[in-house]
T-cell receptor
Framework: TQLLEQSPQFLSIQEGENLTVYCNSS?????LQWYRQEPGEGPVLLVT?????EVKKLKRLTFQFGDARKDSSLHITAAQPGDTGLYLC????????????FGKGTKLTVNP | NAGVMQNPRHLVRRRGQEARLRCSPM?????VYWYRQLPEEGLKFMVY????????ESGMPKERFSAEFPKEGPSILRIQQVVRGDSAAYFC?????????????FGPGTRLTVL
């Protein structure tokens, strides 16, 4: 089973700061997704990256897929309290498998 | 356009009882996935179903757990003779007929507490 390691596990910053969180694996994934989960709710899909080296932007969020499709990063510019939540990366194993492998997440707190 | 619906949102059971968790996929979606999230752990895949078929149950415990997705009605995750270690959040996701893993949309989850 492929594993995804997310870092840091916890991150607490002030409003307006920039931050980057990482998702790493020794395995190749055919695609990788980022989700945000708030307490008591299910994960909400933010973005899917498919091509090695791909960069996608969603307002103040920038997602990058590593060239070798083994890692990904999420960069948030000028963080706001509304960005607070658990950020999860998930990879599709490929090879005909439809299941997602999840990292344990980065718990982000943005203080006003 | 309703999203994935799960009920109940919270379920309390005593050890030895049965738990039934329901999932209604998004409209037009025919693929359902169940995941379990233990405290301080990531989501773990349990089972993948299409209408009337179990496609992949490699993440399901061998005993006490079963899942179905009948032709009519919601998908059901059934846990018999629950134990305290079954306490977790159970999430259902659905995807359109293409069945691509990267288009899974999650429901709000059922939080099971076993006393």
């Amino acid at each position: 089973t492929q594993l995804l390691e997310q870092s840091p596990q916890f991150l607490s910053i002030q409003e307006g700061e920039n931050l980057t969180v990482y998702c790493n694996s020794s395995s190749v994934f055919s695609s990788l997704q980022w989700y945000r989960q708030e307490p008591g709710e299910g994960p909400v899909l933010l973005v899917t990256v498919v091509t090695g080296g791909e960069v996608k932007k969603l307002k103040r969020l920038t997602f990058q897929f590593g060239d070798a499709r083994k890692d990904s990063s999420l960069h948030i510019t000028a963080a706001q309290p509304g960005d607070t939540g658990l950020y999860l990366c998930a990879g599709e194993e490929g090879g005909g498998s439809e299941k997602l492998v999840f990292g344990k997440g980065t718990k982000l707190t943005v203080n006003p | 356009n309703a999203g994935v619906m799960q009920n109940p949102r919270h379920l309390v059971r005593r050890r030895g009882q049965e738990a039934r968790l329901r999932c209604s996929p998004m409209k037009g979606h025919s693929h359902v996935y169940w995941y379990r999230q233990l405290p301080e752990e990531g989501l773990k895949f349990m089972v993948y179903l299409q209408k009337e078929n179990i496609i992949d149950e490699s993440g399901m415990p061998k005993e006490r757990f079963s899942a179905e997705f009948p032709k009519e009605g919601p998908s059901i995750l059934r846990i018999q003779q629950v134990v305290r270690g079954d306490s977790a959040a159970y999430f259902c996701a659905s995807s359109p007929p293409s069945g691509r893993a990267d288009t899974q949309y999650f429901g709000p989850g059922t939080r099971l507490t076993v006393l």
